[in-house]
């Protein structure tokens, strides 16, 4: 009945891993946890926003024709989020990305063509994008509108980088109901949070598209803690 169905709302919380290059998105299912093909069968979306005179791609269309229209296709935004526009990294990406970064009150927006002007958004607006698509991804897989999702992002993510995150989940229509660190989140995939008690030691290597990182995770009792970590980002 309704209380069934309302129950069946609750259970259902996607996972999201927004990454620099790609996202994927995966729900828990049949005691396991289903990542989902996209609408070209692809398990991974590239993390790519652009805009082409009155249209907006994301994902595999958006990278598909970057080559063609490098000013107005955004990628690498995992880069800017939560960032000052005066952090060296992003200074350091200006120089090297295709489109154009500008400063809106201390932030890095980044500057497009697009609906006969030039539009600019916050890093916050194109991660959204990015989202949502992950979000249409998976209801379209599970047939019903999905709104509760967890998000994970690097170990290294300021405070800063977490709410910048958490606050384009909110613009995508998401109930975030966490940020988690990406090697907690590989541990727990592997099953490492109930392979005994006691105090363990877990090595993490991600070795992303953007990105390697290596973590040193502890876990006692099933409670994570990331200790250091380490990185060429």
Known sequence: GEEAKEKKKIDTTIGI????????V????????EIIANDQGNRITPSYVAFSGEERLVGDAAKNQAA?????TIFDIKRLIGRAY???????????????IVDREGKPFVEVAYMGG????????????????MKETAESYMGRELKNAVITVPAYFTDAQRQATKDAGTIAGLNVL?????????AIAYGLDNKGSGEQYILVFDLGGGTFDVSLLTIDNGVFEVMATSGDT
């Open 17 to 24: 891993d927004l990454g620099t290059t790609y996202s994927c």
């Open 178 to 186: 966490r940020i988690i660190n990406e090697p907690t989140a590989a």
């Open 86 to 100: 005066g952090d060296k990294t992003v200074q350091h990406d200006k120089k090297l990305l295709p489109y154009k």
């Open 118 to 133: 030039k539009k600019v958004f916050s890093p916050e607006e194109i991660s959204a994008v990015i989202l949502t698509k």
């Open 26 to 33: 995966g729900v828990y299912k049949n005691g396991k946890v």
């Open 68 to 72: 063609l229209n490098p000013e107005n």
